[in-house]
Nanobody, 116 residues
Framework: QAQLVESGGGLVQPGGSLRLSCAAS????????MSWYRQTAGKERELVAS????????NYVSPVKGRFTISRDNAKNMVYLQMNSLKPEDTAVYYC?????????WGQGTQVTVSS
């Protein structure tokens, strides 16, 4: 069955960097667009960044533009989120998702905490 496993979260000081990774298995990864979402307690899950199946196009929400970079390696079935200049408001659980047509898979999430 489809599986997404995130890693790379942790505690980082403001201004620091983290790189999240997501390993995909159980489906044809190269046919799916990939996205990163995040969620904080009491708030709805929000889209952070997305990348098309071939990696030719990316999109970001305004608060992370210029700081975060989404990328993928279809040969390794991996998607990444490089996060630079982190701010306390970036603190959240980050989720990797795969979607194609009406199908969407979710990972279990990885906690990112930005604090001094």
């Amino acid at each position: 069955q489809a599986q997404l496993v995130e890693s790379g979260g942790g505690l980082v000081q403001p201004g620091g960097s983290l790189r999240l990774s997501c390993a995909a298995s159980g489906f044809t990864f190269s046919r799916y667009a990939m996205s990163w979402y995040r969620q904080t307690a009491g708030k709805e899950r929000e889209l952070v960044a997305s990348i098309t199946s071939a990696g030719g196009s990316t999109n970001y929400v305004s608060p992370v533009k210029g700081r975060f970079t989404i990328s993928r390696d279809n040969a390794k079935n991996m998607v990444y989120l490089q996060m630079n200049s982190l701010k306390p408001e970036d603190t959240a659980v980050y989720y990797c998702t795969a979607n194609r047509a009406s199908v969407r898979y979710w990972g279990q999430g990885t906690q990112v905490t930005v604090s001094s």
